[in-house]
């Protein structure tokens, strides 16, 4: 069973920071994909950043120059760097996963709020 464990959530004040973490366990295929999601309240779930096995990294515009996705594949281990946060990034933050099988499986974490005050 793969399951997906989020951390690092909270409260911060406009332009501080914060790291999000997510570990992956229980699955017997390699990781492909790994990747952050957010969902502001009343808003649709966007795509924040993704990495993959390879460590290429792609962002929203929102956050690009702001956020940084990294991984450590030896952990099944993905973080979401997140500097300089404005109001607008208060939402909830998904990681998720893709295994490197056929169809592809994705696996979600159970989300980990972040509040960004003035």
């Known amino acids: 069973q793969v399951q997906l464990v989020e951390s690092g959530g909270g409260l911060v004040q406009a332009g501080e920071s914060l790291r999000l973490s997510c570990a992956a366990s229980g699955s017997m295929f390699v990781i492909n994909v790994m990747g952050w999601y957010r969902q502001a309240p009343g808003k649709q779930r966007e795509l924040v950043a993704t990495i993959t096995g390879r460590g290429s990294t792609d962002y929203a515009d929102s956050v690009a120059g702001r956020f940084t996705i990294s991984r450590d594949n030896a952990k099944d281990t993905v973080y979401l760097h997140m500097n300089s946060l404005k109001l607008e990034d208060t939402a909830v933050y998904y990681c998720?996963?893709?295994?490197?099988?056929?169809?592809?499986?994705?696996?979600w974490g159970q989300g980990t709020q972040v509040v960004v005050s003035s």
């Open positions: 998720y996963i893709e295994l490197a099988t056929v169809p592809v499986r994705r696996y």
